[in-house]
């Protein structure tokens, strides 16, 4: 186990190190250097500008110029945002806790759903259930999903009135700090009535559309590995043995069937990153997509290269994890060359 | 016995490769149905010159903001009403077909033809240039596809040409990975030593010998490669790193028409809605073309 462990680890060297490679690129690539476009700024000097050069250590070689930005990843250092002038890493801790909540509430709504619908399609296979869902799923797989957003504000918020239309709380009734990051509990922590409530009913049309792929991929997974199941020996046995239908299918197959499923759901923590960049647009949610999206339209080419620094560090080690874990229930993966 | 040997002849001619995916696909209803709905946007891409009844780009005077037929005040001259500047949506939306499907179109041929060659090239020479390819296509699948999409426009500018750029190389790992592994598979099989040993160079021996063999995947792949290029480009063109306006690509129009969507909510909708159903076409297609060349999945 534990040479797999090391095995799994040493192979994530060379991708971050390639990582930190294209990231410093980037910001070489993009036109505009970010000296000279402050040669336009009144009362700027040559001499200034060279100081100014001096001081981001763009006047060194580049390779030198890449071991620092190595050197200052490695001590936490992601670069300093040119329009807000804080450090990158706080920008986005200060961020992150509202895409976590959001993917959160997203995989529960996809699970919750996806899992019993996957469950009673396999189990009626070829009924009207079946197909229907598979329909839906098949629909929700190909959903554009900003389009899903703004079509669920029209009804849901607009028409209905049920949902507020944007952003994480009411701010003309609630105010409260910010102890977690995470408007669940920080609402509760408030004491405010109805300030959790407020929480909820924001996080509700956002968690959908951001969970409505996720909850298609589910579905149509665990049917067909529920399908598979269905076919072992072990279990006929289990039917043979006499025991209920429920608990044939909750027990014995559903638990064998879910772990690729729960795989495949860890493994798609990149998708749903994707996914939040264009729900935290459509619905102001104040977390990294979003911030990302903006860093892009201000020029902010910084804050552009720590964030995606960042999210793909967390992708890598998300994905990690799941590999570990994997390797943890199936030995036959742990041993594999 | 002459009456043994009629039937044992008729039993023996299967049917030709051909006939026979056309046979295990045309089972699938849905995917005969996406199948025919894949031909008719195809053709109504094709000829939106001939059908579209209105310049797509044309800003008719007076005639903003048209509701579409079903609704009262719409104006017979167009069908799906008009935008806010006053161009035809009917029109438009065809115009957008084209736009679409040529983006999905050339991402899946750059993507597969790139991919294959990485692919080949990798699970033929193993050793360093293996590492090096798996390694880099790791890299791009371990950033997000749409903020790698994001990263490399930002680099290189938001234009139509520069989106089929980044989604080509968002959707390259997925074609390298699958053509290494069905080509690592199919090189240690008898076959492919028997060609090595008749003396065929590696380049013939890949791309002759090995490649037919690992089409249908692939194939999958390529399919359900095109719908995913699809809502990605109109993705980015929603968030304004695609085409620009006044283009009319599906995505793009969406986000041209956000202020309009409460009090002209169809000039926001059926932009979507033609995604939707395009892609949702593709992948009913796929999904059949899936279970017809798989035969593992063929059962289920």
Redesign the interface.
């Known amino acids: 186990m534990i040479w797999f462990l090391l095995r799994r680890l040493a192979l994530t060297v060379?991708?971050f190190i390639?990582?930190m490679f294209?990231t410093f690129m980037?910001i070489r690539?993009?036109?505009g250097d970010p000296i000279e476009v402050r040669r336009g700024e009144r009362g700027i000097t040559p001499e200034r500008l060279e100081q100014l050069r001096h001081e981001m250590g763009l006047d060194q070689p580049i390779w030198k110029q890449f071991l620092d930005y190595v050197w200052g990843l490695l001590h936490g250092d992601f670069g300093t945002s040119i329009v807000s002038k804080t450090p990158i890493l706080h920008e986005f801790l200060t961020l992150f806790p509202a895409t976590l909540e959001l993917t959160f509430c997203a995989m529960l709504f996809a699970g919750l759903i996806g899992v019993p619908a996957g469950v009673l399609a396999a189990v009626k296979r070829g009924s009207v259930y079946d197909q229907t869902l598979m329909g839906v799923a098949?629909?929700g797989?190909?959903?554009?999903?900003?389009?899903?957003g703004?079509?669920l504000?029209?009804v849901m918020s607009?028409t209905l009135g049920l949902t507020p239309v944007s952003g994480r709380v009411d701010l003309i009734k609630f105010y409260y700090q910010p102890v977690t990051g995470f408007a669940l509990i920080d609402s509760v922590l408030s004491g405010q009535k109805g300030a959790f409530g407020d929480a909820v009913r924001h996080l509700i049309l956002p968690s959908i559309v951001l969970g409505t792929v996720p909850l298609a991929v589910i579905a149509r997974m665990t049917r067909?590995s529920m399908?598979?199941v269905l076919e072992e020996d072990y279990v006929r046995t289990a039917r043979a043995k006499g025991l209920s239908v429920r608990r044939v299918i909750g027990l014995h197959a559903l638990r064998n069937a879910l772990i690729p499923v729960v795989t495949s759901i860890g493994l798609q923590v990149?998708?749903l990153?994707?996914?939040a960049?264009?729900t935290e647009?459509i619905f102001s949610w104040p977390g990294v997509g979003k911030w990302?999206?903006e860093s892009?339209s201000r020029r902010d080419?910084p804050a552009?290269q720590g964030g995606?620094m960042l999210?793909?560090a967390c992708?890598?080690v998300v994905?990690l994890i799941v590999d570990l874990l994997y390797g943890l229930i199936n030995p036959r993966i742990r041993h594999a060359k | 016995m002459p009456s043994d040997t009629v039937i044992a002849s008729a039993a023996a001619a299967p049917p030709g490769p051909v006939r026979a995916f056309w046979n295990a696909f045309s089972e699938n209803r849905g995917a005969v149905i996406g199948l025919f709905a894949v031909l008719l946007i195809c053709v109504v891409a094709a000829l939106a010159p001939l059908l579209a009844p209105h310049d797509p780009l044309e800003q008719v005077k007076g005639a903003t903001k048209l509701p579409p037929f079903w609704v009262e005040g719409a104006d017979p001259r167009f069908w799906l009403g008009t935008d806010a500047v006053g161009r035809d949506m009917l029109s438009r939306l065809m115009f957008g077909a084209r736009i679409s499907l040529f983006i999905g179109l050339s991402v899946m041929v750059v993507s597969m033809v790139v991919g294959v060659a990485l692919g080949l090239a990798a699970a033929w020479y193993g050793g360093l240039i293996d590492v090096l390819i798996i390694?880099?296509m790791?890299?791009i699948?371990?950033?997000?596809?749409?903020?790698?999409a994001?990263?490399i426009i930002?680099?290189i500018?938001p234009s139509l040409s520069n989106t089929i750029i980044a989604v080509t190389i968002v959707y390259l790992p997925r074609y390298v990975r699958l053509v290494r592994a069905s080509a690592l598979a199919e090189l240690s099989k008898d076959y492919v030593t028997a060609a090595k040993v008749a003396g065929v160079g590696p380049f013939r021996l890949m791309t002759v010998t090995v490649l037919p063999n690992c089409l249908a995947p692939l194939i999958v792949q390529a399919a359900l490669g095109v719908?995913d290029a699809i809502?990605e480009a109109?993705?980015l063109g929603?968030?304004g790193?695609g085409a620009q306006p006044p283009t009319p690509e599906w995505?793009a129009m969406?986000a041209d028409t956000?202020d309009l969507?409460?009090s002209h909510?169809w000039v926001?909708?059926l932009?979507?809605?033609c995604?939707?159903l395009t892609?949702?076409a593709i992948?009913?297609m796929g999904?059949g073309l899936r279970d017809a060349l798989d035969p593992r999945?063929r059962k289920?």
């Open positions: 060379p991708t390639m990582l294209v980037m690539l993009v036109p098949l629909t797989y190909s959903m554009p999903i900003f389009w899903w703004l079509i504000i029209l607009n067909s399908l598979e990149g998708t990153l994707a996914g960049v264009l647009t990302l999206i892009i080419y552009l995606i999210i793909a992708v890598i994905n | 390694r880099i790791d890299l699948m371990a950033i997000p596809s749409l903020v790698l994001i990263l930002a680099m500018g719908s809502l109109a993705g929603f968030l790193l995505g969406l956000r969507m409460l909510p926001m909708a932009p979507g809605l995604i939707l892609v949702m992948n009913l999904d999945l289920s």
